[in-house]
């Protein structure tokens, strides 16, 4: 069975910063790209950044670049988001998203809320 767990979100006043977390299992985390979507109430899941298996490229949404990073640890089966200067716009449920190198299957998390606010 294929889980996808995030973690790492929170409160976080404006120009603050946090680290999400998506810790997979039940697949072979090496062979699929990992990709970290957002979503607010009323508004579509958007694609916030993307990295493929081997960890290059990458490839970001134009709200977050030079702000946000993703990476991601093969030997933990974990990828990241590392979310800086985050501003009350970037407040949205954060789900990461593994999807099938050669499959096409896409797997989800739960989803971890973010929240910037003062």
């Known amino acids: 069975q294929v889980q996808l767990v995030e973690s790492g979100g929170g409160l976080v006043q404006p120009g603050g910063s946090l680290r999400l977390s998506c810790a997979g299992s039940?697949?072979?985390?090496?062979?699929?790209?990992m990709s970290w979507y957002r979503q607010v109430p009323g508004k579509e899941r958007e694609l916030v950044a993307r990295i493929s298996s081997t960890g290059e490229p990458t490839d970001y949404a134009d709200s977050v670049v030079g702000r946000f990073t993703i990476s991601r640890d093969n030997a933990k089966n974990t990828a990241y988001l590392q979310m800086n200067s985050l501003k009350p716009e970037d407040t949205a449920v954060y789900y990461c998203?593994?999807?099938?190198?050669?499959?096409?299957?896409?797997?989800w998390g739960q989803g971890t809320q973010v929240t910037v606010s003062s």
């Open positions: 998203c593994a999807i099938g190198r050669w499959s096409g299957q896409a797997y």
């Open positions: 039940g697949l072979s985390f090496t062979y699929y790209f």
